[in-house]
């Protein structure tokens, strides 16, 4: 299969456009592993960190926009309904930015509840690789993520640290809300906090 360069996709319309591209490819091959993965659960509690000020205000976002995905190749298993990006993969939603070295994504091949469409969708994007998240003027490191796309949370891990600014704060693990922008850090938190920062 040729490398894939730049695939814009939507959320409600990505399984049916990977199917069109890949039908013929995926007739041949047949066969898959186990269905993927839920998604994480989300934490009981959360440390109360939302809003303008907080260390996780400028992730919130409209999860509902259109998702961006530029990488160097691209392989589908029609059977698992797992996508696989490789190669410096860049994920693009509103003005947050995903990348890793490696992206799976794990999308449904069924008609979503309560609508006439007979397209699948987005339910989970897994990251591993030089995982870098971004949007505004706050940024995310860790060795890994998960996206839930229809909650719109997100969570990092594998020694996590969270800029804005001179500031930081690093941990185990991060997980936000991003509609909310509510989030919390886990795991032997240390902060930074740069004296005379507007952040």
Not at 26 to 50: H, W
Not at 73 to 78: A, G, I, P, R, T
Not at 101 to 112: R, V
Not at 123 to 150: I, P
């Amino acid at each position: 299969m040729p490398a894939i360069r730049h695939v814009m996709i939507g959320a409600a319309a990505f399984a049916a456009c990977l199917m069109a591209q890949i039908a013929a490819a995926q007739q041949t091959t047949g066969g898959g592993a186990a269905a993927g993965p839920a998604p994480a659960a989300q934490p009981a509690e959360t440390t109360g960190l939302g809003g303008a000020n907080s260390p996780f205000g400028s992730f919130k976002h409209d999860s509902t926009l259109p998702i961006e995905i530029t990488s160097e190749s691209l392989s589908v298993n029609q059977a698992t309904k797992v996508a696989t990006f490789q190669g410096e993969v860049v994920a693009g939603q509103g003005t947050m930015r995903l990348t890793a070295q490696q992206m799976e994504i794990f999308y449904d091949g069924t008609p979503q509840s309560g609508t006439s469409s007979d397209t699948g969708s987005i339910r989970l994007m897994r990251a591993t690789g030089d995982v870098f998240l971004s949007n505004g003027s706050e940024a995310a490191k860790g060795k890994s993520a998960e996206y839930d796309v229809a909650k719109g949370v997100i969570t990092l891990g594998g020694g996590v640290v969270l800029t804005q600014g001179d500031n930081a704060i690093s941990g185990e693990s991060l997980w936000i809300d991003l509609n909310s922008g509510v989030g919390e850090i886990k795991g032997r938190v240390k902060t930074v906090f740069q004296p005379g920062s507007n952040n």
